[in-house]
């Protein structure tokens, strides 16, 4: 997992991508690489004018509940008997989804009023297995347009595919 940043002109950026070390993810690595993808589109999908980050997390939980019962990190027991303030997803994806970017790379907004054009995001789930001694995290920038939003990075490679092609040089 390599998390690392740039800055130009007083402003920062934040990206992060996982690799496998040999070149090659396995299936189990692929699999849970590709549930985070589909967080990391889901969850970029959702930013746009009029949502706040507190709804938005609360979206990206769901989708992350339903992906982790998928690749069996979750089992419907653990979502029935979840506590509220204590959602079963979290023991995999406990950092925030995203946060505001600008002249830190943690920069200063509110999670409660609704996101507007002009804001800059990062949108980085990541699922961290602790037992199998696996974490993935995928993190690219998002600025806030009128209609929808801007994926800064949206030319570097991020898919399975694209890393091991990268990987084989």
């Not at 189990?28 to 709804?55: F, M, T, W």
């Not at 997390?57 to 339903?66: L, N």
């Not at 505001?100 to 961290?128: N, Q, S, W």
């Amino acid at each position: 997992l390599m998390d690392f940043g740039a800055s130009y002109g007083g402003y920062n950026a934040d990206l992060t991508r996982t690799i496998p070390v040999n070149g090659k993810f396995t299936r189990r690595q692929k699999a849970v690489y590709n549930a985070c993808l589909h967080l990391h589109d889901y969850a970029k999908s959702l930013l746009k004018p009029g949502i706040s980050i507190v709804e938005y997390t609360d979206k990206v939980g769901e989708e992350a509940t339903q992906q982790f019962l998928k690749i069996g990190l979750l089992k419907k027991s653990d979502v029935k008997n979840e506590d509220p303030d204590n959602r079963a997803y979290r023991k995999y994806l406990y950092h925030g989804i995203s946060h505001h970017l600008g002249i830190d790379v943690h920069d200063l907004g509110t999670r409660t009023e609704p996101i507007k054009a002009g804001m800059l995001f990062t949108v980085e789930p990541g699922i961290y297995i602790e037992e199998e001694g696996m974490g993935i995290r995928i993190e690219n920038n998002v600025w806030i347009t009128r209609n929808g939003n801007k994926d800064l990075f949206k030319d570097i490679p991020i898919t399975v595919e694209e890393i091991e092609s990268i990987m084989k040089k």
